[in-house]
């Protein structure tokens, strides 16, 4: 335990790293629920340039550079006056001690001004997890700490309803996959029917990402989704956060 939260804290491996912005969006108004943080190089390169350079020996040092660094750009380009929450993408199988772990991200929080309450932290169940008790006791942690936490990709992966059965996180994100060609397929639509439900029962909030078509958006508001993401709607912002362009061609403004 000690050495792992040594390594946490270790200032031995860095990355040069910046972030984007992408608008998770309240369909009933228009407006950004939330903003998520997609890692980039400083130049903005690519997700995958960065994250080849991640091993299992750096990966903690990895994890807490991407939160500071997604707090800091996102007060930079504007995030608090809009009131959106800011969505961080963690590796849970990088936190030794939620506890211990979290104190840089609140100390960031802090420096910046940004409201620790309106974070939220993402993990995709296409990471396989050594051990989902530890992940049921994170997100039980956060929860007490008044963070929100997501499955990202829900429907893709090692876990599915599997995971969902042990823990329940604050929100999910059904996966893109999940999503594509919903308004022609009759199974996607049930079984997204399905889950929002099921949802419903279980007090989680439901997004949907990776929207590309106006089919699609349309489809899942009939279904009932109201917070939606994807390129419909607006693309990541590299350091910025960008419009969100509504079906119909209406623009919403950020703040």
């Given at each position: 335990?000690q050495?792992g ?15 984007a912005?992408?608008?998770?969006v ?6 950004p ?9 400083s130049?903005g390169?690519?997700?995958y340039d960065?994250?080849?350079?991640v ?15 997604a ?5 930079a ?8 929450r ?21 100390k ?8 620790p ?61 999940l999503?594509r060609?919903?308004?022609t397929?009759?199974?996607r ?5 399905s ?11 439901v997004?949907?990402?990776g ?13 009932g ?8 709607l ?5 350091r910025?956060l ?5 079906p119909?061609g ?6």
């Open positions: 335990m050495a939260c040594t390594g946490c804290r270790s200032k031995a491996d860095t990355f040069d790293i910046a972030m912005f992408q608008p998770i309240d369909a009933e108004t228009g407006r629920f939330a903003y998520e943080a997609l890692v980039r190089g130049n390169e690519g997700a960065v994250l080849s350079q091993t299992p020996e750096n990966r903690y040092a990895f994890d807490q550079q991407c939160r500071v660094t707090i800091e750009l996102a007060v380009a504007g995030i608090i006056d809009t009131g959106a800011l969505s961080i993408n963690f590796l849970p199988n990088a936190v030794y001690s939620p506890v211990a772990c979290i104190q840089l991200t609140l960031t929080a802090r420096a910046t001004g940004f409201p309450d309106r974070l939220i932290f993402e993990f995709t169940e296409n990471e396989e997890m050594a051990d989902t008790s530890h992940v049921k006791t994170i997100v039980e942690t956060y929860r007490k700490m008044g963070f929100a936490t997501a499955i990202d990709d829900f429907g893709a992966g090692h876990a599915g309803l599997g995971l969902l059965a042990k823990f329940q996180t604050d929100l999910i994100k059904l996966d893109m996959d999503i060609g919903v308004d397929s009759l199974p639509r049930m079984i997204i029917e889950v929002v439900r099921l949802c419903e029962n279980l007090g989680i909030t997004i949907a990402e929207i590309e078509t106006v089919a699609e958006y349309e489809a899942l508001r009939a279904i989704v109201r917070y939606i993401q994807g390129y419909l607006a693309r990541p912002g590299f910025t960008p419009e969100i362009t509504l119909g209406s623009i919403a403004a950020a703040a």
